[in-house]
Antibody
Framework: QLQLQESGPGLVKPSETLSLTCTVS??????????WGWIRQPPGKGLEWIGN???????SYNPSLKSRVTISVDTSKNQLSLQLSSVTAADTAVFYC??????????????????WGKGTTVTVSS | SSELTQPPSVSVSPGQTAGITCSGE??????VCWYQQKPGQSPVLVIY???RRPSGIPERFSGSNSGNTATLTISGTQAADEADYYC??????????FGGGTKLTVL
């Protein structure tokens, strides 16, 4: 059974870089059938998509975060990584990694997020 | 990027049918999926491609999409269905966009 587990520091100082890892078990990040990505949820608020990556390294990012985000994949370790730079208190959130199943419809590549990790809470504070 | 608008809250009596809407410009031309999130838990996909149910999702969950509005319908609503529900669609700029979420209360 596929499982995703997020890990990383629970506390990050303002202006620093937030770094998280998602370890995938029971499946392979090298599969061409899926993308893999990150979503965050500030306390008491809704979901915000951060971005995703294909095993080849091809990425897509939310334009609102694109200048600060890097998503990478290490297929040898079956791990997905997120880096978010220059963080502020507004970046405090629960961060989830999720498998993105995809297909093509019309002019777009559609995703649905069918497997999620349990999430990890990151607080930005000095 | 496209905005998806959901009502903040919906209430339903046990056993009745709940409808949660998601509105967006020309949304009917796109595919929509829906997630259920219970307090302290990760979201769970309940509908994808407008109306398909993943394995393990009860038949009482159904979806439709037409015009500018997609609807998640829960028939015979149970107390266990009380949760936040999010719609999600494709956007040419953002790729993945979520609605603001709807809190379903089963009274």
């Amino acid at each position: 059974q596929l499982q995703l587990q997020e890990s990383g520091p629970g506390l990050v100082k303002p202006s620093e870089t937030l770094s998280l890892t998602c370890t995938v078990s029971g499946g392979s990040l090298s599969s061409s059938s899926y993308y893999w990505g990150w979503i965050r949820q500030p306390p008491g608020k809704g979901l915000e998509w951060i971005g995703n990556i294909f095993y080849s390294g091809s990425t897509s990012y939310n334009p609102s975060l694109k200048s600060r985000v890097t998503i990478s994949v290490d297929t040898s370790k079956n791990q997905l990584s997120l880096q978010l730079s220059s963080v502020t208190a507004a970046d405090t959130a629960v961060f989830y990694c999720a498998r993105h199943s995809y297909y093509f419809y019309g002019s777009g590549r559609y995703y649905y997020l069918d497997v999620w990790g349990k999430g990890t809470t990151v607080t930005v504070s000095s | 990027s496209s905005e998806l608008t959901q009502p903040p809250s919906v209430s339903v009596s046990p056993g009745q049918t709940a409808g949660i809407t998601c509105s967006g410009e020309t949304l009917g031309d796109k595919h929509v999926c829906w997630y259920q999130q219970k307090p302290g838990q990760s979201p769970v996909l309940v509908i994808y491609q407008n109306k398909r149910r993943p394995s393990g999702i009860p038949e009482r969950f159904s979806g439709s999409n037409s015009g500018n509005t997609a609807t998640l319908t829960i028939s015979g609503t149970q107390a266990a269905d009380e949760a936040d529900y999010y719609c999600q669609a494709w956007d040419s700029n953002t790729a993945v966009v979520f609605g603001g979420g709807t809190k379903l209360t089963v009274l």
